[in-house]
């Protein structure tokens, strides 16, 4: 698999057109990994986040059906754009640009582009993806990234609810009341146990520190995704432009319905000082 290596003075990042995936981010001051060095260590989450149940949904009055996916039996989940590969359209030693051209029976007919950048002590990703077809369609757009913990690594963030994992990893309903576990306001050290939560009313920014190394994720959705998994040293903290399942919802939350040349995007900065 070919491997694209952007560095400055402070970071050091490397990225495959496989799946857009990042497979390592490191803070060169302080000698260790920012991103949990798995395969992959961050992905994108096009054209739509996570996983709808039935794998369906209606628009207009249709019934659609999402593509079958190689990767899940029952989802078409966090979509194509992580297990497609993409064009290198711009590589520079601090900045990658990728596109990607993708479409579906389903009414999905996209051109995505994808951009990191190393600007000082900051990783600044934009994603951002113009619908081609004739017919209306609805997007939605996240980012994946597998935070590396240390046994003592405190996380924080705000929010205003969550909703909890049921049967299928698909959410249950909205809790305003947030557990010892899936409370993170004070900045707490993550429990060694399975969390695969969707939260409501996110500030948009979070904080992990590490010692000495302070890691910022700030990314202006109203919505994260945390994933953790027991006996493994990373977190993911997943912005998202909509909760899990928003196809079903009511209203469609966070959802955007784009006609032929409309664009969305998505922007997200990991600060590391």
């Not at 497979?23 to 395969?39: C, G, I, T």
């Not at 601090?94 to 996209?110: T, V």
């Not at 609810?161 to 990893?169: C, I, T």
């Not at 027991?230 to 997943?238: K, R, T, V, Y």
Request: one cysteine or more; glycine letters at 8%; a negative charge.
């Amino acid at each position: 698999m070919d491997i694209l290596r952007l560095q400055n003075a402070s970071l050091s990042l490397t990225v495959a057109p496989q799946g857009a995936s990042v497979f390592s981010f490191e803070s060169l001051k302080h000698n260790k990994p920012v991103f949990y060095p798995a395969e992959p260590a961050l992905f994108p989450l096009l054209p739509l986040a996570n996983r709808v149940e039935g794998n369906q949904f209606r628009l207009g009055g249709e019934q659609i059906a999402l593509p079958q996916s190689p990767v899940d039996e029952r989802f078409f989940l966090h979509g194509d754009g992580w297990i497609k590969r993409w064009k290198v359209e711009n590589h520079h030693p601090q900045q990658l640009i990728l596109s990607l051209e993708s479409r579906h029976a389903c009414g999905f007919d996209y051109l995505a582009r994808l951009t990191y950048r190393l600007v000082e002590n900051q990783l600044r990703v934009s994603l951002e993806l113009t619908h081609l077809g004739d017919k209306v369609m609805v997007y939605g757009l996240g980012l994946h990234p597998y935070f590396a913990l240390e046994p003592q690594s405190r996380v924080q963030f705000l929010a205003s609810g969550y909703w909890p994992e049921g049967d299928h990893h698909l959410p249950l309903e909205w809790q305003g009341e947030l557990t010892e576990q899936t409370d993170f306001s004070s900045g707490e050290v993550p429990a060694d146990e399975w969390l695969n939560v969707g939260y409501s009313g996110w500030s948009g920014n979070a904080l992990i520190e590490s010692g000495a190394m302070r890691v910022r994720l700030s990314c202006p959705t109203p919505y994260l995704m945390v994933f953790r998994m027991q006996n493994q040293p990373f977190i993911c903290l997943e912005p998202q432009t909509h909760p899990v399942n928003a196809h079903n919802l009511p209203g469609m939350p966070g959802l955007v319905m784009l006609g032929r040349a409309e664009t969305t995007r998505l922007e997200m900065v990991v600060e590391v000082d």
